[in-house]
C-alpha cells in the first residue's frame, strides 16, 4: 500500500507540473467570456501563472530512492534539497519524477513525456535497480547515455547532475566495480557534474535504512539530502552568476 501511496502521490504532483505547462495556449470562449465578466480575478490568476513560469526548475528523475519509497514524499530527499535551497536564497521548484521500480530502460521510454516542459537543473538518479538484477552493464551505460542525449536535445540549458550507485558484490566483484565505474565514465564523456555515490554514510546501515535494507528510512534521506546538497549548490551558483 506504501508503494501504491507513493507512486500515485508522485504521479499526481509530476502530471500537475506537466498541466500547468500544456494550458499555456489554451483560450476557448468560454475562457474568454469568464475573464471579461472577472477581470481582476482573471488578471491576478495570470500573474502568479507568469511568477511560476518563470521560477526555475530542478527535476529529480529516478526510482524509489527518489520517490522516497516508504515515506511521506515530504521526507524524500528531493523535498528536503528543496528546503535546503529556499534557505539559502534559491528560488526554484522541485519537481519529484522518481518511479518506484524504475529501470534504466523503464527511464528511457519516459524520458521525453517528462520533459515536456524545460528544466533548469536535472538530476539523474538510475541504475540500481539493473544493477540488483544483473542487467548487463552495457546495457545500462546504452539507457542513461539516452536519457542523457534526450536531456540535451529538450531541455539544452539545463545542468545535468548524475547520482552515482554502489551495489554490493553478490553478482562478483567484477560486475559491481564495473557497475560503480559506469557513473564515473558517464559523467567524464558528457562533463556532467558527478554525486560520487548516493547512499554515502546511509547504505548498508541498519538503523538508516527501512527492514528491506535497500530504501532509507527519514533519517537516511536527511544524509542523502546532505550528500546530494553538497555537490548540487555550487550548480545553483553558477547559474545565478
Same mark, same amino acid.
Given at each position: ?94 519537481? =519529484? ?6 529501470? %534504466? $530502460?523503464? &527511464? ?8 515536456? !516542459? ?90 538508516? =535504512? ?6 532509507? %528510512? $527519514?533519517? &537516511? ?8 546538497? !553538497? ?11
Amino acid at each position: 500500500m506504501n508503494l501504491l501511496k507513493n507512486k500515485l502521490s508522485h504521479k499526481v504532483l509530476l502530471g500537475a507540473w506537466l498541466l500547468m505547462s500544456s494550458m499555456a495556449g489554451c483560450n476557448s470562449k468560454t475562457e474568454t467570456n469568464q475573464a471579461q465578466e472577472e477581470k481582476p480575478a482573471a488578471t491576478a490568476s495570470q500573474s502568479e501563472k507568469s511568477a511560476s513560469e518563470k521560477k526555475k526548475t530542478i527535476l529529480f528523475f529516478g526510482n524509489s530512492l527518489t520517490a522516497g519509497y516508504g515515506l511521506d514524499p515530504a521526507e524524500a530527499f528531493p523535498a528536503l534539497v528543496g528546503e535546503k535551497a529556499k534557505a539559502a536564497g534559491y528560488d526554484y521548484q522541485v519537481v =519529484n519524477a522518481g518511479s518506484s521500480g524504475e529501470t %534504466t $530502460a523503464g &527511464g528511457k521510454s519516459r524520458i521525453s513525456w517528462v520533459l515536456r !516542459k524545460p528544466v533548469d537543473v536535472f538530476v539523474l538518479e538510475l541504475g540500481g535497480n539493473d544493477g540488483l538484477r544483473g542487467i548487463p552493464i552495457k546495457d545500462s551505460q546504452k539507457n542513461l547515455q539516452a536519457i542523457i542525449d534526450t536531456v540535451r536535445q529538450k531541455s539544452p540549458q539545463a545542468q545535468i547532475v548524475l547520482a552515482g550507485m554502489q551495489i554490493p558484490p553478490n553478482l562478483g566483484p567484477d560486475y559491481s566495480e564495473q557497475f560503480k565505474a559506469m557513473y564515473t565514465d558517464l559523467a567524464d564523456k558528457n562533463k556532467l557534474t558527478l554525486i560520487p555515490f548516493l547512499l554515502e554514510n546511509v547504505g548498508g546501515i541498519r538503523k538508516l =535504512n527501512q527492514p528491506d535494507g535497500i530504501h532509507p %528510512t $527519514a533519517e &537516511g534521506h536527511k544524509i542523502v539530502a546532505e550528500n546530494v546538497w !553538497k555537490v548540487l549548490e555550487p550548480v545553483l551558483q553558477k547559474q545565478q552568476l
